[in-house]
């Protein structure tokens, strides 16, 4: 059974920056791809961005150029630098596989806000 621990969230003002981690307990090249989703208050998760083993990357238009995903396949780790942080990019960010096929980790909680 995998698990996944996500880590990194906090409170941060608009424009500052936040780095996630996602630990797997598992080897991650067999996850392909990877990613980054969030949930917003009362909403489903969206997808945020992915990455496949082999660098192939995708992101959802409203963090084009703000977010960069990443993966360490070695350390079995997924990161997601985000940038220019905007108050609606507040939500609770996950990591899974793409499509989401393990049990969902507990999030961290990222707020924006000044």
């Known amino acids: 059974q995998v698990h996944l621990v996500e880590s990194g969230g906090g409170l941060v003002q608009p424009g500052g920056s936040l780095r996630l981690s996602c630990a797997a307990s598992?080897?991650?090249?067999?996850?392909?791809?990877m990613a980054w989703y969030r949930r917003f208050p009362g909403k489903l998760r969206e997808l945020v961005a992915s990455v496949s083993s082999g660098g192939s990357i995708d992101y959802v238009a409203s963090v084009k150029g703000r977010f960069t995903i990443s993966r360490d396949n070695a350390k079995n780790m997924v990161y997601l630098q985000m940038n220019s942080l905007k108050p609606e990019d507040t939500a609770v960010y996950y990591c899974?596989?793409?499509?989401?096929?393990?049990?969902w980790g507990q999030g961290t909680q990222v707020t924006v806000s000044s």
């Open positions: 598992g080897s991650i090249s067999d996850f392909n791809p």
């Open positions: 899974n596989a793409r499509p989401a096929s393990y049990p």
